[in-house]
């Protein structure tokens, strides 16, 4: 038998690298397609899910910031217009930096909450416990 050093070496070899940049959270990319003059896309779900928030909430941030109108289907974005893949990424790392990194500890670890009372929203950090109102929704 070889000995667990080897064998240790040997398993380190075959692990594949990591490909990310060491950061816990990595802001999701939109994959996509056009078909005639709408923009399709196609994992708006997962982004969704990926930075914890409701669907229709990164729906009516992306409609609103890409000025254009749209409607989820399943799984899918359908945008009414072509709009670039690098503006739709440009505004999904805007959307991230106002609703879902905490400013004060700069990790995703966050929930928006609605205050009934003042009719605000707030984004409260689970991680350090900081609160903030969202400037806009």
Partial sequence: MESYEKLLDEAFRKIKKSESNGERFEIPKAEGHFEGKKTIITNFSQMASYLRRKPEHFQKFLLKELASSGQIEGERLILNQKVPSAKINQKIEEYAKEFVICKECGKPDTELV??????????HCLACGAKRPVSRI
């Fill in 114 to 123: 609605k205050d009934p009372e003042q009719r605000v929203t707030f984004i």
